[in-house]
């Protein structure tokens, strides 16, 4: 049995707010570094046979705190190797631009409902289904080549990680937008040669803080496009400042 941790990284500053997909530069804010320092610290008795990580730079600084937070407590593990089969959504026309924005495109409704059928505008769109391919070959690729014994790290993405666990649970592509995967939330699947097991989802620690009443100010991306739409590219969730109804 290969045992796979998917992480999605931590906060930045745009994160729930701009869909950045493959912009370069954007990297983790002080909230998002201190989820990756706590999740390291949770995971730090696990140990890993490989940890793998997304090109982009939110991404490698989340393992940066992960791998820091496990020095000296185990026993060390491979330098973290970067796989752009695990990277973002390529969002094409869509990079950069606000979330409340991208919800009034007539794209956004069918990305809600049938994603299998998005290609993002642009040349250098990808089409999610595309995405959802060379994300799953990835993992299978990984276990391949880690063995039936392994535990490993993954550090992606949230559409990327809701793609790999709507296939990990046998559930059409277009279902994937009933999955939810937080800013640095651990996911695991187990897979077997008979069929994969999903252990965890979206666990951020086992607090209730996401059970909450959320304050006025959370959730706004999703407003102009009603509660029940998925935010493209994860959305920002519960945000530490305000969760126990703190100014932030």
Not at 152 to 162: A, F, M, Q, R
Request: hydrophobic share 40%.
């Amino acid at each position: 049995m290969t045992t796979v941790l998917l992480v999605r990284h931590g906060l930045t500053a745009t994160t729930g707010q701009l869909l950045t997909g493959w912009t370069p530069g954007i990297g983790l804010d002080e909230r998002g570094r201190a989820q990756a320092k706590a999740l390291g610290e949770r995971i730090a008795p696990v140990p890993l046979d490989a940890i793998v990580t997304s090109p982009l730079d939110r991404c490698r600084q989340t393992v940066e705190e992960i791998v820091a937070a496990r020095a000296g407590r185990t026993a060390p593990v491979p330098d973290p190797a970067v796989d752009p089969m695990v990277g973002e959504c390529r969002y094409g026309d869509w990079t950069g631009k606000p979330l409340t924005e991208l919800q009034k495109d007539p794209l956004w409704p069918v990305v809600q409902a049938h994603p299998s059928a998005v290609v993002f505008p642009g040349a250098e769109g990808e089409s999610m289904l595309d995405m959802q391919h060379r994300a799953v070959s990835a993992i299978r690729e990984w276990n391949a080549r880690l063995g039936k014994d392994a535990t490993y790290l993954v550090c992606s993405h949230g559409d990327v990680i809701k793609a790999i666990v709507a296939d990990s649970l046998g559930l059409h592509l277009d279902q994937c937008q009933r999955i939810v995967a937080d800013p640095c939330s651990l996911t695991v699947i187990r897979y077997t040669p008979l069929r994969p097991f999903l252990l965890r989802l979206n666990d951020t620690g086992g607090t209730v803080d996401d059970l909450l009443p959320r304050p006025a100010t959370q959730g706004e991306g999703q407003e102009a496009g009603g509660e029940s739409d998925a935010v493209i590219g994860g959305g920002a969730g519960i945000d530490p400042d305000t969760a126990n109804g703190a100014e932030g």
